[in-house]
């Protein structure tokens, strides 16, 4: 199975594209020109020279049509012209979107919220994907850059998600929970990712107040994916 991050060249894309492929994932790294992808993939493995990783970079279009599954790691106000580009390779494919709504994207502070009109980031990108079978989940919104980067060490977080198939949801906590110390947690509908987006920023929030680069959260006494 190959993992397309779509917008891949940022430090969450990136992270993510990494800890993957250290897990043994064959990653494919986008960006919106393609050699800014190579560049990226090259330095990542010069920086990763002790693993072995099975990462290629490729223009976004090419990795969202060579890519099994596509998770999509754009700032909000690259999110609707990055899927609407890629629109056409995403036929029946399982698409994570890490996109969090906050005020950066309109010049304001990164701790507040941009409500949208469809609700969330992640239902803007199944609307745009509406009639191509693609089954949209929201994922990674709550697993800090820092987190990520911080290789090899463990990343002390739950991944909440949220989507509306079902096994498409059991098939990314399969790819979610190959990162050391993720628990991946189902919250339910893909209307969940209203609130699940909502707690990104509460957490920057958190990581500013307390001068830390790893606030995450851990969800208690529940299994980590509802199997019933």
Same mark, same amino acid.
């Given at each position: 199975?190959?993992?397309?991050?779509?917008?891949?060249?940022?430090?969450?894309?990136?992270?993510?594209?990494?800890?993957?492929?250290?897990?043994? =994932? /064959?990653?494919?790294? *986008? &960006?919106?020109? !393609?050699?800014? @992808?190579?560049?990226?993939?090259?330095?990542?493995? +010069?920086?990763?020279?002790?693993?072995?990783?099975?990462?290629?970079?490729?223009?976004?279009?090419?990795?969202?049509?060579?890519?099994?599954?596509?998770?999509?790691?754009?700032?909000?106000?690259?999110?609707?012209?990055?899927v609407?580009?890629?629109?056409?390779?995403?036929?029946?494919?399982?698409?994570?979107?890490?996109?969090?709504?906050?005020?950066?994207?309109?010049?304001?502070?990164?701790?507040?919220? =941009? /409500?949208?009109?469809? *609700? &969330?980031?992640? !239902?803007?990108? @199944?609307?745009?994907?509406?009639?191509?079978?693609? +089954?949209?989940?929201?994922?990674?919104?709550n697993?800090?850059?820092?987190?990520?980067?911080?290789?090899p060490?463990?990343?002390?977080?739950?991944?909440?998600?949220?989507?509306?198939?079902?096994?498409?949801?059991?098939?990314?906590?399969?790819?979610?929970?190959?990162?050391?110390?993720?628990?991946?947690?189902?919250?339910?509908?893909?209307?969940?990712?209203?609130?699940?987006?909502?707690?990104?920023?509460l957490?920057?929030g958190?990581?500013?107040?307390?001068?830390?680069?790893?606030?995450?959260?851990?969800?208690?006494?529940?299994?980590?994916?509802?199997?019933?």
């Amino acid at each position: 199975m190959k993992v397309s991050i779509i917008g891949g060249t940022g430090p969450q894309g990136l992270g993510i594209g990494e800890r993957l492929a250290i897990a043994g =994932v /064959d990653v494919i790294i *986008g &960006s919106r020109k !393609e050699e800014k @992808a190579l560049e990226v993939v090259e330095q990542a493995k +010069k920086d990763l020279a002790d693993y072995d990783l099975n990462m290629v970079g490729m223009a976004n279009e090419d990795a969202a049509k060579e890519g099994d599954v596509l998770i999509i790691t754009v700032p909000l106000a690259a999110q609707k012209p990055t899927v609407e580009g890629i629109k056409e390779f995403c036929t029946d494919k399982i698409v994570m979107d890490a996109t969090v709504p906050l005020e950066t994207a309109i010049g304001g502070k990164p701790f507040r919220f =941009v /409500d949208l009109m469809e *609700g &969330s980031a992640a !239902e803007r990108t @199944a609307s745009i994907l509406e009639g191509t079978g693609a +089954k949209v989940i929201c994922a990674f919104c709550n697993i800090s850059n820092s987190h990520l980067s911080n290789i090899p060490e463990e990343i002390d977080c739950d991944c909440l998600i949220a989507g509306d198939d079902k096994e498409a949801k059991e098939t990314a906590a399969e790819i979610i929970d190959k990162i050391p110390g993720i628990r991946t947690i189902d919250t339910g509908i893909l209307e969940k990712a209203r609130i699940i987006e909502k707690i990104t920023p509460l957490l920057i929030g958190l990581n500013i107040k307390y001068r830390s680069h790893y606030g995450g959260l851990r969800i208690t006494g529940i299994p980590a994916l509802d199997k019933e």
